[in-house]
């Protein structure tokens, strides 16, 4: 079991970077493959992007590609998402999440634990 707690969310403006961690507060990350969610007002939460859990291997949707990076440093038991070039549509609650199941990362049924999340908000 793992608990999960996401921080480094905040306000910024369209073309800033924000990097948001996600740390254990319980278990160990390095058990479990992780991943990015996040969610909108009004919109259903959508996949972002994951990593495998020893860091060799990473998926990225298309709203992440180029402009997104996760990693992770099991040595500090932290995930991270660094998200470059802003955009408005940005702004959504991101939470991660810790699966067993890296093939099927991209959909959120496959994990079983969730941080709390943590609010962006990119403003125009």
């Known amino acids: 079991q793992v608990r999960l707690v996401e921080s480094g969310g905040g306000l910024v403006q369209a073309g800033g970077s924000l990097r948001l961690s996600c740390a254990a507060s319980a278990g160990t990350l390095g058990n479990y493959d992780m991943g990015w969610f996040r969610q909108a007002p009004g919109k259903e939460r959508e996949f972002v992007a994951a990593i495998s859990f020893d860091g060799g291997r990473t998926k990225d949707a298309d709203l992440a590609k180029g402009r997104f990076t996760i990693s992770r440093d099991n040595a500090k038991n932290l995930v991270y998402l660094q998200m470059n070039s802003l955009k408005p549509e940005d702004t959504a609650v991101y939470y991660c999440?810790?699966?067993?199941?890296?093939?099927?990362?991209?959909?959120?049924?496959?994990?079983?634990?969730w941080g709390q999340g943590t609010q962006v908000t990119v403003s125009s």
């Open positions: 999440a810790a699966t067993s199941y890296y093939s099927s990362a991209i959909y959120s049924g496959a994990y079983d634990y």
